[in-house]
C-alpha cells in the first residue's frame, strides 16, 4: 500500500513539473515593427465648412489598410485619428465602434516607451476623442501663417487593439512621400508616414 502511495505521488509530481515546464516554455510571437508610408486620409470640408468622408481605418496585426466593419484598430481622417472602442463623438461618416481599442500620448521616442501604462488608456467618447485633436492637443501643430501640419516631436500614440493586444506609433509626416521640409503649397496633405511597434501577444504589455 505504502509503495502504491510513493507512486501516485511520484505520478504526481512530475505532473506538476511537466505543466511547469510548458509554460515556462511558451514560445511568444516576435515583436513587429513597421514603417507605414502614404496612408490616405481624405476628408470633406474643413475650413469652416462641415466635415465628412468615410474614415481610413488601420489594422496593427495586419498591417494594412482595411474596410472590415470589426478588424481595425485605429482610422484617419484628415488630421483626426480614432480608436475601435468607445462611443463615437456624432462627427459625420463616424464609423461603428466594435472592439475595445483605447489609447493615450506619451512622451518620449520610440525607444524609450518600453511599457504600455494601462491605467492612462482612455477610448473614444462623446466628450473627445482618445487622441486629441487640434493644434497643439495632441500630435500635431497647426502653422496658419504656413498652413502646415507638423508632427510635435517626443510624442509617441499607445494604443490598446481592438482585441486587447498593444502598438506604440510615431507619425512622422503628413505629407505624401514625407518630405524633409514639407510646403503646404506644393506637397499634397492627408498622407501619413509613421513608425510603429506592435505587440502581438495577449496580455503583454511590454515592447
Not at 55 to 64: H, L, R
Not at 134 to 154: E, K, R
Not at 169 to 179: H, R, T
Request: aromatic share 12%.
Amino acid at each position: 500500500m505504502k509503495t502504491i502511495k510513493l507512486l501516485f505521488l511520484s505520478i504526481f509530481l512530475i505532473s506538476i513539473v511537466s505543466c511547469s515546464n510548458e509554460d515556462d516554455n511558451t514560445v511568444l510571437l516576435e515583436v513587429q515593427t513597421e514603417t507605414v508610408l502614404n496612408l490616405h486620409a481624405p476628408q470633406i470640408g474643413g475650413q469652416g465648412q462641415p466635415i465628412s468622408g468615410a474614415f481610413t481605418k488601420f489594422s496593427f496585426e495586419t498591417g494594412t489598410v482595411t474596410t472590415s466593419d470589426t478588424n481595425w484598430d485605429i482610422a484617419f481622417r484628415g488630421t483626426t485619428i480614432i480608436v475601435n472602442g468607445g462611443e463615437s463623438l456624432g462627427t459625420n461618416d463616424e464609423p461603428v465602434r466594435t472592439g475595445n481599442a483605447a489609447a493615450y500620448i506619451a512622451n518620449g521616442t520610440m525607444a524609450s516607451v518600453t511599457e504600455v501604462d494601462t491605467d492612462l488608456l482612455i477610448a473614444d467618447s462623446t466628450n473627445g476623442y482618445a487622441i486629441p485633436s487640434g493644434s497643439g492637443n495632441g500630435w500635431y501643430l497647426y502653422n496658419p501663417q504656413l498652413f502646415l501640419v507638423t508632427p510635435i516631436a517626443g510624442k509617441i500614440l499607445v494604443f490598446r487593439t481592438h482585441d486587447g493586444r498593444y502598438a506604440k506609433v510615431e507619425i512622422l509626416s503628413y505629407y505624401q512621400d514625407a518630405p524633409e521640409n514639407p510646403n503646404a503649397m506644393v506637397d499634397e496633405g492627408r498622407y501619413y508616414t509613421f513608425n510603429y511597434v506592435y505587440q502581438p501577444n495577449e496580455d503583454v504589455t511590454t515592447f
